[in-house]
């Protein structure tokens, strides 16, 4: 069915989708999961889920960009204890995939949200670690594969040296937060902080993979409170990388959202 969410709060910008669900909320936390043609890779990475029984301490949520590659099964979902599959109808890509998922959290009544990429290379083991931070009264978890206890496994050579060289160094500058780890999207992130008034995270500004960059830079310069915890991330040493990222126009669109979040373009005040 489609949601009405968007109706829910005239000022929220969420994009039209539909909305599948498979049973009622079980816990205070839900991990959601954006996918678009992962095929066995989302479903190796939700038996993993299964298998250690996280999907007991938070219910599994899929936000799906308009997968046609028959992974998002009914059937197969709800056999991996995923509660609710959400479809994306409208315009945007990542981005738009969190406003969905984040604002369809929220309306459900979860305390916090873990997002993890849905292409197996996460490990999923932190999720845990992740839940016991929102817990503790974090806002914004982020995940790190620099932090002793991280790992970071055939990282592409280009990628580990603009991460390390511009990314790091810019958001640092941005948020007065001194991250290790700025463009891994294994985070968590609070109810109190996506429903701030300061924040506004559901606005069409986030289409493609501004939504990432702008939290890490708002989050720290209104006094929330972060914490980056270790994590494992690991790309195939073999064969095509697992990325929605181009290596040309894809790579200029962050670097052109970084200077923005820099600039605070991006900020309510501003947008």
Known sequence: MTHPLAAADSAWQVPAFEEHTFFEKRTRYCVCIPVINEGDRVGRQLRLIKEQGIDRQADIVLADGGSTDRSMDPERLTAAGVRALL???????????LRMGYSWALSEGYEGIVTVDGNGKDGIEAIPRFLAELEAGMD??????HLPGGEAVNTPRIR?????LIHIPALRLASGFQYTDTT????GYSR????????QPFRDVFMTYELLAYLSARAPRLGFQIREIPVRRVYPKHGKTPTKISPFKGNWLLIQILW??????YNPDRA
């Open 160 to 164: 580990q040296l603009a991460i390390a």
């Open 184 to 187: 891994n999207g294994f985070r």
């Open 192 to 199: 109190r902080l996506l429903l701030d008034r300061r924040v």
């Open 260 to 265: 923005k979040a820099l600039l605070g373009r």
């Open 87 to 97: 479809v994306k109808r409208g315009k945007g890509k990542l981005s738009a995939q």
């Open 140 to 145: 914004f978890v982020q995940g790190s594969r």
